[in-house]
């Protein structure tokens, strides 16, 4: 069978095994996930971008020139009401470090240390693009699309499940923090879970594009 390898520009593990198992969900055959430690090293563009989509096509852009294999990118963060939307696509860095998410996540905790719960709202939010390289049948082509998991932000943090601000974000209509979901509960309702489904028409048409070039060079 002619396997599309689909690249999730990322390290992180638990973002390959999220798409891994949306993926597996869909009845998409045919398609080996691959991550950033898979391929050879190239220069990764910092975030810079004023948007979620913006980061998301430009990491997608970027990974798919560098190694010409069809390229999936999210960039996603939390948007607090009473923080004005922030951190929103600074939540990676908030606390001033790139990836340290316990203070990440302990300063937004003490923005909101005297922020009543009726006024704590919040969203995640998501964006993914996926772009696909080169210059013919739907290659050169790019989606992306953004979604939102509406919730509150706690007084503390609660769960060892998911990473990043996932201890402190209670989803509308639940008790439970996203970390203390299990992965199948969280996929089924998360903004990542969402998008990543949202981009699935696009990886089935590249999918079946492929397939039918493999049966125009006579392989299998």
Excluded at 5 to 30: F, M, W
Excluded at 122 to 128: D, G, L, Y
Aim: glycine share 10%.
């Amino acid at each position: 069978m002619n396997t599309l390898r689909l690249l999730l520009a990322t390290r992180n593990t638990k973002k390959l095994a999220e798409l891994r198992r949306i993926l597996s969900l869909s009845d998409l055959g045919g398609v080996q996930v691959i991550g950033l430690d898979d391929v050879p090293p190239f220069p990764e563009a910092p975030e810079t971008a004023a948007s979620f989509e913006g980061n998301a096509l430009a990491k997608a852009r970027d990974a798919a020139a560098a190694t010409g294999v069809a390229t999936i990118a999210d960039d996603s963060g939390l948007e607090v009401d009473a923080l004005n939307g922030m951190p929103g696509v600074l939540s990676a860095r908030w606390a001033g470090r790139h990836g340290d998410d316990a203070a990440n996540l302990q300063l937004v905790l003490d923005q909101l240390a005297d922020v009543p719960h009726d006024r704590r709202g919040a969203a995640f939010v998501c964006a993914a693009a996926l772009v696909v390289p080169g210059d013919t049948g739907t290659a050169g082509a790019q989606t992306v699309v953004r979604a939102h998991w509406r919730g509150a932000v706690t007084g503390q943090a609660r769960g060892s499940n998911g990473f990043g601000y996932d201890p402190i974000f209670i989803p509308a209509g639940e008790t439970r923090t996203s970390a203390e979901l299990d992965p199948a509960e969280k996929d089924a309702v998360s903004h990542r879970g969402q998008a990543l489904r949202a981009l699935l028409p696009a990886v089935r048409a590249l999918v079946s594009d492929r397939h039918e070039s493999a049966q125009g060079d006579g392989r299998p």
